[in-house]
């Protein structure tokens, strides 16, 4: 397997795949070392996390230039997601003894009764490029915790990332065979589908996740997934300041080039206010530095993927086809590395792929609407559910949209985040099941009820 550097389309390092023999066996290895590890104290494990979580911040500088490296991510943000991931563990390391503790319902009648939370056995965490620390973290982190054995199959573009967390978690202590770093594309991934596993925790796309969760229906476990969006953002008549919305609208659309779960995917902007949010908008993206992706300043690196650039000039082809009207980029930047300029398209409507197809790139949609009405039902004209944000000085008038919004997450005057102490999810076509907050916790443990009498 080839790890290209996406900024400079070179060899960064060449490594062997994982057959299904090897994955045979890290699984046999895994299924003995989980016995051993769920009888080491809460406390104990808790404390390899702890290990691991300084261990991010003491290598940060080394992680952080192979994750830019492997994926392009400008370098800055690539120690925000350091530091993103080591606040998610934080909250890990002070909530889960408390969700994992047993439970005593009634200690005083006949029959006691207590719940027990046992883990789920060995699970397979099947993961995507775009923040392999931040989606990693989310499952492999409580997983840990709870006692389970994981394979973990990082994205073959977040490969050598992979590498780095699996090194640190066995500095941290982590038993080797309790966690296993399996090598390889999308077929490593599909042999993980073919093993008796007690539990699928799968972000990526919607398309390999739907594939997953029916190749692994009949196993009957726990199979969670955190798919794709096409997140909108509305932007009231009332905003105070249509400088800052703008502002804040563009880094939720171009942030990690536009390839966040998250990002802002679609734009509606009330008619009283929209040529002066379009002109503050293409102003801002104008002016965003476009460049090498281990530099400090940069703020737009390659994509991940080559092919991701003839997907984006299809959708901007398509939607200028349809009408649409290119303000600013919809081409390839520079004449090296996977780069496409940061793209504004208005006129836009949804018969173009554009406002209904995840983007996963630079480029952002803006549609001129009438009423709040209008709105909701454009932001509601999607087959996905992960998140939606609207702009409005009034909380009442925003709440009232944010309450029609069929979506695991709503945001009021902020976009584009994730936060430990809430259930990250995606409702339709973004997801099954929650990480993050107790629920993420919960998600790798079964209840046990006792029922105990004498
Ligand atoms: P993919 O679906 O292409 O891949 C995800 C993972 O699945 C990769 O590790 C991939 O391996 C593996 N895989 C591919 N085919 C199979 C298979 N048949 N069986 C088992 N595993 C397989 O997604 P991307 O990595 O491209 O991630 C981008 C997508 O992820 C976007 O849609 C984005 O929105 C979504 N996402 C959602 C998040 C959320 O929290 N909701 C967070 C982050 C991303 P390989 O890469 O080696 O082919």
Partial sequence: MQIINPATEELIQEIGEDSPDVILKKYQQANIAQSAWVAVPL?????CIERFYALLD??????AETLTQEVGKPIQQSYNELNGARKRIEYFIKNSAKWLAEEWI??????REKIVYEPLGVIANISAWNYPYLVGVNVFVPALIGGNGVLYKPSEYATLTGLHIQRLLYRAG???NVFQIIIGKGTAGQALLELPLNGYFFTGSYRTGKYIAEHTASKLVPVQLELGG?????????IESVDSVAEAALEGAVYNNGQSCCAVERIYVQEKV?????EAFVDKAKKMVIGDPLKKTTEIGPLSRKEQIDFLKQQVADAEEKGGTVL???????????YFEPTVVVNTNHNMKLMTEESFGPVIGIQKVKDDREAVELMKDTPYGLTAAVYSKNFERAEAVMKQMDTGTVYWNCCDRV??????SGRKSSGLGATLSYQGIRAFVQPKAYHLRG
């Fill in 328 to 338: 600013l980029g919809g081409n390839i930047a520079g004449s090296r590395g996977y």
């Fill in 106 to 111: 009634t200690e005083e009648d006949a029959t």
């Fill in 43 to 47: 406390t104990e494990r808790i404390a």
């Fill in 58 to 63: 003491e290598e940060k500088d080394q992680l």
């Fill in 230 to 238: 096409k997140d909108p953002l509305y932007v009231m008549d009332d």
């Fill in 419 to 424: 936060s430990a102490g809430l259930p990250w």
């Fill in 174 to 176: 982590i038993p080797q």
């Fill in 274 to 278: 929209y040529d002066r949010f379009i």
